[in-house]
């Protein structure tokens, strides 16, 4: 039997010593066998958490997909295998935070080349598209815009939002009847049809045209944020929670779209830890809801769409407040 094969097969029966001898003889540790599962898949499957702990050591990647789009950290999440599962979410975390690779990658599978505010985008009844046929905005999104709007008004006052999209979440701000409600939209045919749809005559909506990067001298400081853009990459979002000091005044309420890694559940989990980790970092604890989003998914809801950006059963809403208001 091959290196890669005997390793496998080690992985598999928890066989430690016999790992670490085939590993010192230089056995690939990123091997895929004929079923496409790598040494630490079959070891996170059967929940030998010491052997998922000397491979990741030894270097072998965590984030290797199956070819039916499991990584080893789904297996050992649906084998229920909690240790094995914590160090793959640990090891996750301290991968992405060097090289944010898996958001990065997500993003490169949607093909985001910088241009989407230039192209041409199309609105109907469900959804609004870019040129690319892939979804900028959905209406099953509905419920969970309406959730973050009661998250980021539950205290009233000024509000901001960044990006429009379809208004859903806009729509959703205006019941709460806020003093001031701040609209930041970048793409010119989005705003073109805010205007068109009357948003500019709000008496308390103030439309900011421009990508909110550019914008950011022009914002002041609210009681409710809620942050969804389109086309950027984890980078953008934490570049935006750096300003959460100025822009969210003691007491108020950050939320944002939680799509982060939504095609894989494992990935969703350590970014959901890392987004968390970043926020606290900057003095904000991290709340997150679950919200089921099961029966709003039909497959019906995908067609004529090129890239299915959520793929997951129970969406995770974020709420976020500065540590000292809860202290
Ligand atoms: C996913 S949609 C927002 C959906 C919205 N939450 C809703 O409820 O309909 C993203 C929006 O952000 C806009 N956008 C993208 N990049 C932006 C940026 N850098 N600054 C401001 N808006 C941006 C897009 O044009 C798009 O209208």
């Not at 086309?231 to 300003?243: A, M, N, V």
Request: aromatic share 10%.
């Amino acid at each position: 039997m091959e290196q890669g094969e005997q390793l496998c097969e080690a992985a598999r029966s928890g066989d430690l010593d016999k790992l670490r001898a085939l590993i010192d003889s230089g056995a690939d540790v990123s091997y895929f066998d004929g079923e496409g599962l790598t040494p630490l898949m079959h070891a996170a499957k059967h929940g030998h958490a010491a052997v998922v702990k000397t491979l990741l050591d030894a270097g072998a990647p965590w984030n290797a997909l199956s070819p039916s789009n499991f990584s080893a950290g789904d297996f050992a999440m649906e084998a229920s295998n909690q240790e094995a599962f914590d160090i793959l979410v640990n090891a996750g975390i301290q991968a992405e935070l060097v090289l944010g690779t898996i958001a990065r990658r997500t993003n490169e599978n949607g093909n985001f080349d910088g241009a989407y505010l230039e192209d041409r985008v199309t609105f109907s009844e469900d959804k609004l598209m870019d040129s690319d046929s892939k979804a900028v905005m959905m209406a099953w999104e509905k419920p969970l815009m309406e959730a973050h709007a009661k998250a980021v008004c539950s205290g009233g006052g000024h509000i901001l939002n960044i990006g429009f999209g379809m208004g859903l979440v806009d729509t959703a701000i205006q019941q709460y009847a806020p003093v001031t409600h701040t609209i930041v939209e970048a793409h010119p045919e989005v705003y073109k049809r805010m205007l068109h749809t009357g948003w500019g005559n709000k008496d308390n909506v103030k439309i900011i045209f421009g990508r909110w990067q550019d914008v950011l001298s022009q914002l002041e400081s609210y009681d409710g944020i809620f942050f969804d853009t389109y086309g950027e990459y984890y980078e953008d979002l934490r570049e935006f929670h750096q300003h959460l000091p100025i822009l969210l005044k003691p007491g108020g309420i950050y939320s944002f779209f939680n799509g982060l890694c939504g095609g894989n559940a494992f990935f969703h989990v350590v970014y959901c830890h890392l987004v968390s980790l970043e926020l606290e970092n900057l003095g904000y604890s991290t709340q997150l809801i679950p919200l089921p989003v099961k029966d709003c998914l039909g497959e019906e809801v995908w067609e004529g769409v090129k890239h299915k950006y959520w793929q997951l059963d129970t969406y995770y809403l974020p709420v976020c407040q500065s540590m000292q208001d809860s202290e």
